[in-house]
């Protein structure tokens, strides 16, 4: 079994290429979905998150705001340290159980969609490692256009994330979206 670590930067295009992946009938395992669910309420994870951050990060219906919880780890590294602390053992171990359920099945090749792939060190289960570039000034204009975000909020998010060229120096293989969408389709049928 082959596992593809699959990451990217915010706004980098990286849930894009793990679309097309889906499409050409690879399993992807996206960590972001693994994530919230450790989030959703009543569970070990929102529990913790809950006890160290405090009811002001809920919502009405007490599940976890997610911008609100955002907008204090982006602007604060020790308690953006923390959150990563206290959810992953609930997100590896969500990642271990879907690889496990797609390897019983018979998949050959699964795609692990990893945001923190390399922080997380779990770069060293896969290869290869394909990460999904693009340069500061877009991925800038990408973010604040797609959350409607200040500049100064977008910039908050790209900083508390490992350089996009720092990852690319660690990439078995590199996509580049600067380009459009038809750009990075080509991009990726050439990585494929």
Do not use: C
Not at 45 to 71: E, N, S, T
Not at 90 to 99: D, H, R, W
Not at 159 to 188: C, H, P, W, Y
């Amino acid at each position: 079994m082959r596992l593809v670590g699959l990451t990217g930067g915010i706004a980098s295009g990286k849930s894009t290429v793990s679309s097309m992946f889906k499409h050409n009938h690879i399993p992807v395992v996206d960590a972001d979905i693994i994530a919230r669910d450790a989030l959703k309420k009543n569970s070990g994870g929102y529990k913790k998150v809950v006890a160290a951050f405090g009811p002001d990060i809920l919502q009405d219906d007490g599940q976890v705001d997610r911008l609100k919880l955002g907008r204090i780890v982006f602007s604060d590294a020790s308690k953006r340290q923390l959150l990563n602390r206290l959810l992953a053992p609930y997100i590896s171990s969500g990642i271990f159980l879907e690889i496990f359920k797609l390897w019983i099945k018979g998949h050959k090749v699964i795609v692990l969609d990893i945001p923190l792939l390399f922080e997380a060190k779990m770069d060293k289960w896969t290869k290869p490692i394909v990460v999904v570039w693009v340069d500061p000034e877009t991925q800038l204009r990408r973010l604040m256009e797609r959350d409607n975000s200040t500049e100064e909020d977008a910039r908050n998010r790209i900083n508390a994330q490992m350089s996009l060229d720092l990852k690319k120096s660690q990439a078995d293989i590199v996509i580049d979206n600067t380009g459009s969408r038809q750009d990075l389709q080509e991009r990726f049928s050439e990585a494929y």
